[in-house]
């Protein structure tokens, strides 16, 4: 069983920036396909962005693409998420995410039901 722990949320004004940072342990972190999904009030957990477990490979959801950038260092067991052009339509809880498939796939899941979770981190994006 893998251990996410998120960090590096914050508020932020719209236009600004911040980098989450999700530190495993447990289950080997490195052979594992991982992800980031968001959460605002009131409505449902979604894909946000998810890295291979090389870290060759990588998908964005439409709404981040080109402001998000994910990335892993498996030496250090970290997954980041570098937010750049925060919106106020950001705002949300951020969860990192391992996926629960097998090791070394090059399939990257977008549905919340193929992870296992951290706690969150808040980010919130004032305008």
């Known amino acids: 069983q893998v251990h996410l722990v998120e960090s590096g949320g914050g508020l932020v004004q719209a236009g600004g920036s911040l980098r989450l940072s999700c530190a495993g342990s447990?289950?080997?972190?490195?052979?594992?396909?991982m992800g980031w999904f968001r959460q605002a009030p009131g409505k449902e957990r979604e894909f946000v962005a998810g890295?291979?477990?090389?870290?060759?490979?990588?998908y964005y959801a439409d709404s981040v693409k080109g402001r998000f950038t994910i990335s892993r260092d498996n030496a250090k067991n970290t997954l980041y998420l570098q937010m750049k052009s925060l919106k106020p339509e950001d705002t949300a809880v951020y969860y990192c995410?391992?996926?629960?498939?097998?090791?070394?796939?090059?399939?990257?899941?977008?549905?919340?039901?193929?992870?296992?979770w951290g706690q969150g981190t808040q980010v919130t994006v004032s305008s």
């Open positions: 995410a391992a996926d629960r498939g097998q090791p070394y796939t090059t399939i990257i899941h977008t549905s919340p039901d193929e992870y296992d």
């Open positions: 447990g289950r080997t972190f490195s052979g594992y396909v």
């Open positions: 890295i291979n477990w090389t870290g060759g490979s990588t």
